[in-house]
């Protein structure tokens, strides 16, 4: 879980290998941190390489919300409902396990 990963308790390796998460890093236009896509059994985190080192981990770790949100899960779901709601939820699960 996400969680173990930002307790330390599972190294960054091996929760991509558990997974199966590979890291891009592209360039993308400004106002575009990063999204996630899967790619058959890939989960692939495409990131802007032209934001700093901090936003770069922040959204990281909000892709890998989206993640264990099943977000990836409900993709057509996704095309009616409003991207805005799922983006929160990703933040607002972030923020609840960070302060937890």
Do not use: C
Request: hydrophobic fraction near 40%; glycine fraction near 0%; proline fraction near 1%.
């Amino acid at each position: 879980m996400l969680i173990d990963l930002l307790n330390n308790e599972i190294s960054e390796k091996d929760y991509f290998i558990e997974n199966n998460i590979k890291i891009i890093y592209k360039k993308l236009p400004k106002k575009i941190y990063g999204f996630i896509h899967k790619y058959r059994d890939i989960n692939i985190i495409i990131v802007n390489w032209n934001i700093s080192k901090e936003k770069k981990k922040k959204t990281i770790i909000h892709e890998l919300a989206h993640l264990e949100l099943h977000h990836l899960d409900r993709q057509q779901e996704l095309f009616s409902f409003s991207i805005e709601n799922v983006e929160d939820e990703a933040d607002k699960y972030v923020k609840f396990l960070m302060e937890n």
